[in-house]
């Protein structure tokens, strides 16, 4: 998910991100993402309980269990 720099730090993605895991635990899925090393995204995906599974040369990979908020 990238969100245009005129709307970061507006909560705009994380208000995206309720929507899709939601979504995920309405279906009992979790979801898997990743993200660019050093990148602000790492942070926020943390902070929405996302939990980091591995990192490889350019991403670090992440998982949220299904979970409700």
Known sequence: MYVHPDFQSKNVGGRLLVVIIKEG?????????????????????????????????FD???VRKNVKL
């Open 60 to 62: 670090n990979y992440y």
């Open 25 to 57: 635990c309405d279906l009992g899925k979790e979801i898997r993402l990743g993200a660019l090393k050093g990148s602000r995204s790492n942070g926020f995906y943390l902070s929405h309980g996302f939990v980091k599974t591995h990192e490889e040369e």
